[in-house]
């Protein structure tokens, strides 16, 4: 069974050219109302804990909640709508199972080209009704390279818990610039440094993806994408699982190190 979920030779053909697959259908409707589920209890967890300073970084608005280790990411423009957060297949069982699904883990075997991989990071992209902000114009590469030594194989899996198109913000693809390598950043400091100059990228490369809910797309760190603002009525939701090759931490382990206890008490 396993070995029927690995990319066939149309979509690694697929794969070497655009830089992504797309699988249609790969999760039922009660699959993605337990995903989503599961997902909405984090963020009621999330919110009833005690708010920490919120940082703005780049074109993002941060939260570190180290007593969950975990990240979240809030709306710039409502500091009180949750944007996405990272890091918690340790805070859902359900949710750790679903990173462990073949379904996405075999297809990413072939991305990572090991048999042996290891999850790497979780993250949801929250795009609220009417609310949803953009996620900006970025390669994952940079974000990750300074937290692994596999960040040029890290591969992602992206499930769609809701429709998407282009008026609620689907995400959107730059075919074929994985082969590129790393794009030319903002010459700003920190998170903002490993955001695409967008005055240096030719943004009519970009193609839309709207799916269907259910459909899961894979790539690589180095894919060109963004997704803009939810326009529409209704939610647009999107679980990520990354994996890397086994050896390697979790990035929960190198970013949620624990605080000594003086520091912890104080």
Not at 103 to 106: A, L, Q, S
Not at 208 to 229: E, T
């Given at each position: 069974m396993n070995e029927s979920l690995r990319f066939d030779a149309r979509e690694k053909a697929e794969l070497a050219e655009r830089g992504f697959v797309l699988r249609?259908?790969?999760?039922?409707?009660r699959e993605l109302r337990a995903m989503s589920d599961a997902c909405e209890a984090v963020v009621k967890r999330l919110l009833t804990e005690k708010r920490r300073?919120?940082?703005?970084?780049?074109?993002?608005?941060?939260?570190?909640?180290?007593e969950l280790q975990t990240i979240v990411k809030?709306?710039?423009?409502?500091?009180?709508?949750?944007?996405?957060?990272?890091?918690?297949?340790?805070?859902?069982?359900?949710?750790?199972r679903w990173a462990l699904d073949p379904?996405?883990?075999?297809p990413c075997?072939?991305?990572?080209?090991?048999?042996d991989i290891r999850l790497f990071t979780e993250k949801l992209n929250l795009k609220r009704a009417h609310s949803g902000g953009a996620i900006i114009l970025h390669q994952d590469f940079p974000y990750w390279t300074g937290v692994t030594k596999?960040?040029?194989?890290?591969?992602?899996?992206?499930?769609?818990?809701?429709?998407?198109?282009?008026?609620n913000g689907c995400l959107e693809v730059v075919p074929g610039s994985h082969r590129e390598g790393l794009q030319t950043l903002r010459a700003l400091e920190g998170l903002a440094g490993m955001e695409i100059d967008p005055a240096k990228y030719d943004h009519s490369r970009l193609?839309?993806?709207?799916?269907?809910?259910?459909?899961?797309?894979?790539?690589?760190?180095?894919?060109?994408?963004?997704?803009?603002?939810?326009r529409a009525g209704a939610d647009r939701r999107a679980l990520l699982f990354s994996y890397?090759?086994?050896?390697?931490?979790?990035?929960?382990?190198?970013?949620?190190k624990p605080r000594p206890p003086a520091e912890r008490a104080g």
């Open positions: 249609a259908g790969v999760f039922e409707t300073t919120k940082h703005a970084l780049g074109s993002y608005m941060f939260e570190l909640q180290p809030w709306e710039p423009s409502d500091p009180e709508l949750v944007q996405g957060f990272e890091l918690f297949a340790h805070l859902s069982d359900e949710l750790n379904r996405f883990v075999e075997k072939d991305l990572v080209g090991e048999e596999a960040a040029a194989r890290v591969a992602t899996a992206m499930v769609f818990l809701d429709d998407a198109t282009v008026e193609v839309p993806v709207p799916v269907r809910a259910g459909a899961v797309i894979f790539f690589g760190p180095f894919l060109v994408h963004r997704s803009l603002p939810n890397q090759p086994p050896g390697y931490p979790h990035l929960r382990e190198v970013t949620m």
